[in-house]
């Protein structure tokens, strides 16, 4: 079965710029969820998507978003760049999501997101 | 809320001992799950192991093994038998009914030929 994969791998944008990310999951998983990593502030969670429905966002502001659509896949929007969104972006999916303690969430490899 | 506390940000441990990676964790949900995560350089989580809270035996996996002590909230991660291949970033997460998943700072384990 194949894993969950993220497009684009690597991406260089400028301050003000906005980007998407792309996720397609586990095939059978309905739940998406996505974090940021960065060497400072450590893997923090963005927010988790459910059957097209937001079920849980972080703390980010509202430049950051997403959405789910019906095939699961999902992508996250990150407008007017700062240059501390340069960060490694991970997308997770499982099959219910968290809130069923058993769930597992199986990452993908990450978009590496660079901010000049 | 959730917290995930890991104190060792380095290690080293000489190829074919055991290591002991530490993670503490505190929450106010009645059941929880606990997972443990590999990162490589190329950046990949890969998932190693799951402990539930209502689990009575600790959870393994080929060379992973979890020591699940749900008094002093803690889920060790013991490494047997280490490989060159198993220098990588170590990060102990946990689920409860949030929809997501809580990290703590991670681990750094460096396998010494």
């Known amino acids: 079965k194949a894993g969950v994969t993220q497009t684009p791998r690597y991406l260089i944008k400028t301050r003000g710029q906005q980007v998407t990310l792309s996720c397609s999951p586990i095939?059978?998983?309905?739940?998406v969820s996505w974090y940021q990593q960065t060497p400072g502030q450590g893997l923090q969670f963005l927010f988790e998507?459910?059957?097209?429905?937001?079920?849980n966002k972080g703390n980010f502001p509202g430049r950051f978003s997403g959405r789910q659509f019906s095939n699961s896949r999902s992508e996250m929007n990150v407008s007017t760049l700062e240059l501390g969104d340069s960060a490694l972006y991970l997308c997770a999916s499982s099959l219910a999501g968290t809130g069923i303690i058993t769930d597992t969430q199986y990452f993908g490899p990450g978009t590496r997101l660079t901010v000049l | 809320a959730q917290k995930i506390t890991q104190t060792q940000p380095g290690m080293f441990v000489q190829e074919k001992e055991a290591v002991t990676l530490d993670c503490t964790y505190d929450t106010s949900d009645p059941s929880y799950g606990l997972f443990w995560y590999k990162q490589p350089s190329s950046g990949e989580m890969i998932f190693l192991i799951y402990q539930g809270s209502y689990d009575q035996q600790n959870a393994t996996e080929g060379r992973y093994s979890l020591n699940f002590q749900k008094a002093r909230k803690s889920a060790n991660l013991v490494i047997s038998a280490s490989q060159l291949g198993d220098s990588a970033m170590y990060f102990c997460a946990m689920s409860g009914d949030d929809y997501k998943l809580s990290f703590g700072a991670g681990t750094t384990v460096t396998v010494r030929a």
């Open positions: 095939s059978g998983h309905r739940s």
């Open positions: 998507y459910f059957s097209e429905t937001q079920r």
